[in-house]
C-alpha cells in the first residue's frame, strides 16, 4: 500500500494542473492582500487580525478544494483505461480506492498548508499588528481544527463518486451539488413545506456547520463537526468502495 500511495503522489507531482491550480489560488490570495494595502495606505483601517479573520470566514471553500484535488488525483481513469489495467495487472480494488483516498487527503493537506501559509506570511509583511493576535490565532486554530473532519468528509464524498461515476466532469458535478447545492435545497424546501425534517437532514450537511462561525469553535460546535465530518469520510468509503467492488470497468 505504501508503495502505491508514493506512486499516486508522485504521479500528481508530476502533472502541470496542481501547481497551475496552486499559482491561480495564490495570484488571488496576493490580489486580496494587495487590496488592504491599498485601502491601508490612505485609511490605515486594516491589520493583520482582519486579513486572519477573513481567513477563517473563507474556510468553507475548502471543501470545494477537495473536489479539485480528488479530480487531479484520479485523472480521468476511466476515460484513458488505467483503472481497468490497474485492476487487471492484479491491483486489488481496496488497494485502488484507498490508496487514491489517501493520496487525496495527503494532496489536499499539503495544498491547504501552501494556501494558508503564503496568507498569513504575506499578511505579517503586509498588514500592521492588530490589537489581539494571540486571541486571533487562536481562533483561526480552532477554525482549523473544526474545518479538517469537514474536509475530510468532502475527500471521501468526492472519491467514492470519482470512482462510481465514470465520467469526471459528472462526479465533480455530484459532488458540488452534494456540498453546496443540497443544503440550500434543504433549506428551501423546509421553507416551502414547513417539515422540520428537511432542517433535521440539513443539519448533518458538510456545510451546515459553518453556518455559525461563534458556534462553531465552541465545544459542542467542535463534537458536531468532527462528528459530521468522520461521518461523511467513513459512510462514504464504505458505501463508495462497497459499490466499486461491484462495479464492471469496461
Not at 50 to 62: A, C, D, E, F, K
Not at 157 to 182: E, M, W
Amino acid at each position: 500500500m505504501l508503495n502505491y500511495l508514493k506512486a499516486e503522489c508522485f504521479k500528481v507531482s508530476r502533472r502541470k494542473y496542481p501547481y497551475l491550480f496552486l499559482l491561480f489560488i495564490l495570484l488571488g490570495e496576493a490580489l486580496i492582500l494587495f487590496t488592504f494595502w491599498m485601502v491601508n495606505t490612505s485609511t490605515a483601517h486594516n491589520n493583520f487580525d482582519n486579513t486572519v479573520l477573513v481567513l477563517m470566514v473563507t474556510m468553507p471553500i475548502g471543501l470545494y478544494l477537495a473536489v479539485v484535488v480528488c479530480d487531479m488525483v484520479f485523472s480521468d481513469q476511466y476515460k484513458h483505461n488505467t483503472l481497468k489495467n490497474e485492476v487487471s495487472f492484479g491491483i486489488s480494488r481496496t488497494k485502488l480506492y484507498m490508496g487514491k483516498l489517501i493520496a487525496s487527503v495527503v494532496v489536499a493537506l499539503v495544498m491547504l498548508a501552501a494556501i494558508m501559509g503564503f496568507y498569513l506570511l504575506g499578511s505579517l509583511l503586509c498588514m500592521p499588528p492588530g490589537d489581539n493576535t494571540a486571541l486571533t490565532m487562536a481562533g483561526l486554530g480552532v477554525s482549523l481544527l473544526a474545518s479538517l473532519p469537514l474536509w475530510l468528509g468532502a475527500v471521501g464524498l468526492t472519491i467514492a463518486l470519482f470512482f462510481n461515476i465514470r465520467s469526471n466532469v459528472g462526479a465533480a458535478f455530484a459532488a458540488v451539488g452534494v456540498i453546496g447545492f443540497l443544503p440550500g435545497a434543504l433549506k428551501m424546501a423546509s421553507l416551502l413545506k414547513g417539515y422540520e425534517i428537511f432542517l433535521t437532514i440539513r443539519s448533518v450537511c458538510l456545510l451546515a456547520p459553518f453556518d455559525n462561525l461563534n458556534t462553531m469553535v465552541e465545544a459542542n460546535g467542535l463534537i458536531g463537526a468532527w462528528l459530521i465530518g468522520m461521518g461523511w469520510l467513513i459512510g462514504s468509503t464504505v458505501i463508495g468502495l462497497l459499490f466499486f467492488q461491484r462495479k464492471e470497468i469496461s
